[in-house]
């Protein structure tokens, strides 16, 4: 688990700035959920033979003796809010929230303990076009941030019905080759054979790379839906790779997965992940309803930024006010209020501690303000204040008080 510094929270508020802007621009709303849930609702939704559940989770007996669980990710939780609070109930909802994850997990670059997450959801639409407006606006994301090394992988995991007669393959295929599996996987073949696909031991590459492909088995209703999603995508000009052994590391998911994946960022490729997940809601006790949604780890995305040459935004102050000598400081301190009531969104930041000019140039230059109000002892029985440009060479000024707040909304416009 790490600290977020200043020099980078930076980059993060506009990074999150800007994702936030995009999702609601396509009509979702924000939702905010607990950290803490009941330890059962994630074995239910993502899945007892899942390394989040077996290994990963952070769970614990409350005072009560309830096993409760640090959330690992997002989806389950926005399910439980939505049934709890009644917002699926002949309704359809587009929502996102966003906030720190859990799972115990080796850290390594982009991969912490304590991590975070953008999730995007659209509960009770069944189409392929809400599955690629999905796809489609976090395809904006990228274009608008300017990161290009990333690359759209997509599949089709079907209906869990349609899945029966490829677990039979899988387990068929992987039977035979038992004795070059590894202990995860033998132990998965007969509980969940989906779930080796989903191996990260490189020893098991080629062995999974000759298994069955989901594809040959989808249903035809599956089929028709991955075939519309593939034409929408196409329609909206958003390449993609068909990846048929593209699974997810969650039990939950059916018809459409994908992943955004970058081979910028070492062994750890997959960015933003997503899919369909129709029986979710109603596993976890709730009516039969579609829904599909992605997450997004916000990690990765800051370090994606940097690897596409993306800059941390600079500072938002726009003046620095410092004061030298006997009764500067309280006229000082009412003036930068008298700027921040009086011109809408100016970043003001007050010299405090005192300080010499020299020391306290700097720490106007430190902060990145734009121009620096200097009030003296001659300036305050002047009525005036000293309005020197830091980001230019232009030369300082002096303007008179009752004057500052009109010359300094022209200086900013």
């Known amino acids: 688990m790490n600290d977020i510094l200043p020099e980078i929270s930076a980059t993060w508020r506009y990074l999150e700035t800007t994702v936030q802007e995009i999702v609601q621009s396509y009509g979702y709303s924000e939702i905010r959920l607990p950290l803490l849930e009941h330890t059962d609702l994630f074995k239910r939704s993502i899945g007892e033979v899942t390394d989040i559940v077996e290994k990963e989770m952070y769970t614990f007996l409350d005072r009560n003796g309830e096993s409760l669980t640090l959330r690992p990710e997002a989806t389950a939780g926005m399910v439980r809010a939505g049934m709890t609070n009644g ?55 990228w274009q608008r941030l300017g990161i290009s090394k990333i690359a759209l992988q997509i599949n089709s995991l079907g209906t869990p019905n349609g899945r029966r007669n490829y677990r039979e393959a899988l387990v068929k295929y992987f039977s035979g080759v038992k004795n070059a599996l590894d202990e995860d996987s033998i132990r998965r073949l007969e509980q969940n054979p989906l779930r080796i696909l989903d191996s990260k031991n490189p020893d098991m590459r080629s062995i999974i790379e000759a298994a069955p492909i989901m594809l040959d088995y989808l249903d035809e209703e599956s089929a028709h839906h991955f075939d519309g999603l593939k034409a929408l995508l196409d329609a909206a000009g958003v390449s993609y790779t068909v990846n048929p052994r593209l699974v997810r590391g969650l039990d939950y998911y059916s018809r459409t997965v994908f992943e955004w994946v970058t081979d910028a960022l070492g062994s750890q490729g997959a960015v933003c992940s997503g899919g369909r997940y129709d029986g979710l809601v ?58 921040r009531n009086s011109i809408k969104g100016i970043q003001v930041e007050l010299n405090l501690g ?35 440009p830091m980001r230019s060479a232009d030369d300082q000024v002096s303007v008179a008080l009752d004057e500052l707040v009109a010359t300094l909304a022209r200086k900013l416009s």
Not at 359 to 370: C, F, L, T, W
């Open 87 to 141: 917002l699926f109930h002949n309704q359809k909802q587009k929502l996102w929230t966003s906030g720190p994850m859990f799972r115990y997990e080796k850290p390594q670059q982009g991969r912490y303990r304590q991590f975070h997450q953008f999730d995007v959801e659209a509960v009770g639409y069944d189409g392929p076009d809400v599955d690629a407006e999905l796809i489609t606006m976090s395809a904006r994301m």
């Open 282 to 339: 109603e596993k976890l006790g709730g009516r039969a309803t579609p829904a599909v949604g992605w997450a997004m780890g916000i990690e990765r995305f800051v370090a994606l930024y940097g690897a596409c040459g993306g800059e941390s935004p600079t500072s938002d102050v726009d003046v620095y006010v410092a004061a030298l000598g006997d009764g500067t400081l309280e006229r000082a301190f009412a003036l930068a209020e008298e700027l």
């Open 354 to 388: 005192s300080g010499s000019f020299k020391s306290q140039m700097k720490r106007a230059d430190k902060s990145g303000a734009r121009y620096a109000l200097i009030l003296g002892e001659q300036e305050l029985a002047d009525g005036c204040v000293g309005v020197k």
